[in-house]
């Protein structure tokens, strides 16, 4: 085993057994200590900080910035956030609701006339609640052959759900977490406010608050100084440069500092920009056509922890990884900000508020779950139907009018394989006379569509946040 990995054994083992509750060394020792594998030499990091009232009480900085060029990690480099984004975008459109210029129950269609009627209307409270129904643009535009690290934006999002026919669920049955529904509402925002949905938040909520180093970017090309680089994979065997969304905004791409964030996180407690009304808006949970009231709210999730309320949300792209939780009843929390996949920063940020909020929580800490019970069994492939003659009833051409883009499904030799000209070939195996399934991560599962007679219409297509997408055969 190499040095490295050595000093890695040894320092896991040093933070899961770092100093417990009630140790006698100091709070902010005690939070350093949980950071120790990001002090590995040639290991990203990234930073995180306690904040009171909108001040930074306790702050690290780990890791490197840049593994090529050996940039370490300050207070001061920018990070992706992520989804911790949304509540940007959330609070862009409440800002303009307070002003009378929309309101969270106005039809979507009223400011994006484009998009298709699906029945029931579509609120921009659905959008924001993830319960539109919409289906979730990067799964979408997957199976239409757009790649991971394609230059898509927002105007590429609106054409392509300009073209939708259906929905996932009904408007307001379910929660379904959903990216489109913040990206539709910065077109909303730039077409009610008269400018740029990026002019609009830096005039109007990041310029106000003094976040000087925070912006949604989306420009590819551009040079941004102090930027980490982000990273996928664990210490043991070594990083990789992952592919990153840069070119569309909204449900994520706002890139930012601690200090930035501190002055963001002190604006729930102190509201300078919006006033209380505002954030009492984003407070405002997902409501259910049953009755059921969500957890999640405005672009902020709305929940408890050890008996204390909290707003929290995380975020990922790329190898980012970001986490903001809040307690309002203390007027304090944690900002994660990281540059490696493997961080996670939920974890951390609640590690840290156990330590900075000790004594003060009603109920002791959750115990950790060892295992599993009730697994489920998953299904397996049906071995019968894995011959030549029944595959070949599938065969055919997939077009879908809704992505405007087709799949050619062929038998070869004993496999029934998929086709399309933007993807690598792939093997659809039969689990049943009626259901496909597939190891890609856009066309996971199939559902067969016949006529009384057996013949085949067509095949409904899912991949989690994509549900029974028609593909009609030519």
């Known amino acids: 085993m190499t040095k490295i990995g050595y000093s890695w054994l040894i320092l896991s083992f040093f933070y899961l057994v770092a100093p417990p509750a009630g140790s006698t060394q100091p709070v902010a020792a005690r939070a350093d200590s949980l950071?120790?594998?990001?002090?590995?030499?040639?290991?990203?990091?990234?930073?995180?900080?306690?904040?009171?009232?909108?001040?930074?009480?306790?702050?690290?900085?780990?890791?490197?910035?840049?593994?090529?060029?050996?940039?370490?990690?300050?207070?001061?480099?920018?990070?992706?956030?992520?989804?911790?984004?949304?509540?940007?975008?959330?609070?862009?459109?409440?800002?303009?609701?307070?002003?009378?210029?929309?309101?969270?129950?106005?039809?979507?269609?009223?400011?994006?006339?484009?998009?298709?009627?699906?029945?029931?209307?579509?609120?921009?409270?659905?959008?924001?609640?993830?319960?539109?129904?919409?289906?979730?643009?990067?799964?979408?535009?997957?199976?239409?052959?757009?790649?991971?690290?394609?230059?898509?934006?927002?105007?590429?999002?609106?054409?392509?759900?300009?073209?939708?026919?259906?929905?996932?669920?009904?408007?307001?049955?379910?929660?379904?977490?959903?990216?489109?529904?913040?990206?539709?509402?910065?077109?909303?925002?730039?077409?009610?406010?008269?400018?740029?949905?990026?002019?609009?938040?830096?005039?109007?909520?990041?310029?106000?608050?003094?976040?000087?180093?925070?912006?949604?970017?989306?420009?590819?090309?551009?040079?941004?100084?102090?930027?980490a680089t982000s990273y996928e994979g664990f210490t043991m065997s070594g990083f990789t440069r992952p592919k990153e969304y840069w070119t569309y905004y909204g449900n994520g791409n706002v890139y930012s500092t601690l200090a930035d964030m501190a002055k963001w996180m002190g604006n729930f407690g102190n509201p300078r920009v919006g006033g209380s009304a505002a954030i009492r808006m984003l407070q405002e949970r997902g409501i259910l056509t049953n009755g059921d009231t969500l957890t999640y709210a405005l672009g902020i999730v709305c929940e408890t922890y050890r008996g204390l309320r909290v707003l929290q949300h995380g975020g990922s792209v790329g190898g980012y990884r970001a986490q903001l939780t809040y307690f309002p009843d203390f007027d304090a929390g944690v900002v994660v900000m990281t540059n490696f996949s493997s961080a996670n920063p939920g974890a951390k940020a609640l590690a840290i508020a156990d330590l900075f909020l000790e004594g003060k929580f009603p109920l002791p800490k959750p115990a950790t779950n060892a295992g599993a019970n009730g697994a489920s069994i998953s299904p397996k492939p049906d071995p019968s139907l894995q011959n030549a003659a029944f595959l070949r009833t599938l065969e055919g051409v997939y077009y879908s009018d809704e992505l405007q883009t087709g799949y050619t499904l062929a038998v070869r030799g004993d496999k029934l394989v998929a086709a399309h000209p933007r993807h690598a070939d792939f093997e659809l195996v039969p689990y049943s006379v009626n259901e496909l399934q597939s190891r890609t991560s856009f066309f996971s599962e199939v559902e067969v569509v016949r006529d009384n007679q057996s013949h085949v219409l067509g095949i409904r297509v899912s991949n989690g946040r994509v549900r029974n997408l028609w593909f009609k055969k030519q």
């Not at 039809?107 to 409270?125: C, N, Q």
């Not at 927002?154 to 977490?177: R, V």
């Not at 077409?191 to 005039?203: E, H, I, L, N, S």
């Open 35 to 227: 950071f120790a594998l990001w002090k590995l030499p040639r290991h990203p990091g990234g930073v995180v900080a306690w904040i009171e009232k909108g001040a930074i009480a306790w702050s690290g900085a780990y890791g490197m910035g840049s593994l090529e060029y050996e940039v370490p990690i300050t207070s001061e480099t920018v990070f992706n956030t992520g989804s911790v984004s949304k509540q940007f975008t959330a609070f862009a459109i409440v800002l303009l609701a307070q002003e009378g210029k929309l309101s969270l129950e106005d039809d979507v269609r009223k400011y994006l006339p484009e998009l298709p009627g699906f029945g029931a209307p579509i609120t921009i409270r659905h959008l924001l609640t993830h319960t539109s129904g919409l289906r979730n643009f990067q799964n979408l535009l997957a199976l239409a052959g757009w790649r991971d690290g394609d230059h898509m934006t927002n105007e590429d999002l609106l054409k392509y759900m300009a073209w939708q026919k259906e929905l996932n669920f009904p408007t307001g049955s379910e929660y379904l977490y959903c990216n489109t529904g913040f990206n539709l509402c910065t077109k909303i925002v730039e077409r009610v406010a008269g400018m740029p949905f990026t002019d609009f938040t830096k005039k109007r909520i990041f310029e106000p608050l003094g976040m000087t180093s925070t912006e949604f970017r989306y420009d590819l090309e551009k040079i941004y100084p102090k930027t």
